[in-house]
């Protein structure tokens, strides 16, 4: 009987001393109103104080085992407020650019028996000013990758186009070097290789506007000169191939 008169009475006590929490928010805009929950247990003749800042906001007191608010002590901060036996919801007004501690203690006798604190930031938002200018440099930033992303768009659409353009007149001189191969490995009648090579020179050199490779290539200043090297060594060599078969023609009429 004894262990459990004893074992009642611990938990009775330590249901007491774990009966205060408090329920807020941890960050709060400047100004701004914000509500808390406290709750709480009392004994005969104990008073629960709420503080903001070693403020006092409200204060209650038990009575016959009945719980009732301390009305000339509630302060002006607070908004509103209920509660009951063991808990009290209020709302209170908003503080300055700060931390403020929200206290609440159980007390007998201005003895504090329990005390509870929540730290609250309280912090300045944007300004409305300070918001459209936010909102103006991200509106400048989107815009500005938006623009990159279409140039980068456009250089490489560009970029194949000549890509494909330049494929092109590599086919062309391959196929001339070809043809220069079988001038000078055939001993007939070249007349038609001859004229296929001149038609495939004045393609390279006088292309028509819509498929002029050369077109653009301003920035392919290395690669247009190089072009140009092989264009004129091309010609030299087909203008050696005609010289030759000018002199064995004349040989054979001799």
Do not use: C, H
Request: no cysteine.
């Amino acid at each position: 009987m004894d262990k459990k008169f004893f074992l009642l009475t611990f938990l009775l006590l330590a249901s007491s001393v774990f009966s205060l929490s408090i329920s807020s928010p941890s960050e709060v805009p400047v100004g701004s109103p914000f509500s808390a929950e406290i709750n709480f247990s009392l004994d005969s003749k104990e008073e629960l104080r709420l503080y903001l800042d070693d403020s006092l906001l409200i204060t209650l007191f038990e009575f016959n085992s009945t719980v009732f608010v301390d009305s000339p002590k509630v302060s002006p901060r607070i908004v509103d407020y209920s509660f009951s036996n063991t808990k009290l919801v209020v709302s209170v007004s908003g503080m300055d650019d700060s931390v403020g501690e929200l206290k609440a203690r159980i007390v007998l006798n201005d003895s504090i028996l329990e005390e509870e604190v929540k730290n609250i930031d309280f912090y300045s938002p944007f300004s409305w000013k300070e918001k459209k200018d936010l909102e103006a440099k991200i509106m400048v930033l989107e815009q500005t990758a938006y623009n990159q992303r279409n140039l980068i768009n456009s250089l490489e659409s560009d970029l194949n186009a000549k890509n494909s353009q330049l494929s092109k007149l590599n086919e062309k001189i391959e196929s001339i070097s070809n043809q220069i191969r079988v001038l000078n490995e055939n001993d007939e009648d070249k007349t038609l290789i001859i004229s296929k090579i001149n038609s495939d020179l004045n393609e390279i050199l006088n292309p028509t506007p819509p498929e002029n490779p050369l077109t653009g290539l301003f920035s392919f200043g290395p690669t247009l000169s190089t072009l140009g090297v092989i264009l004129l060594i091309l010609g030299v060599i087909l203008a050696g191939i005609l010289i030759i078969q000018k002199k064995k023609r004349d040989e054979a009429i001799l």
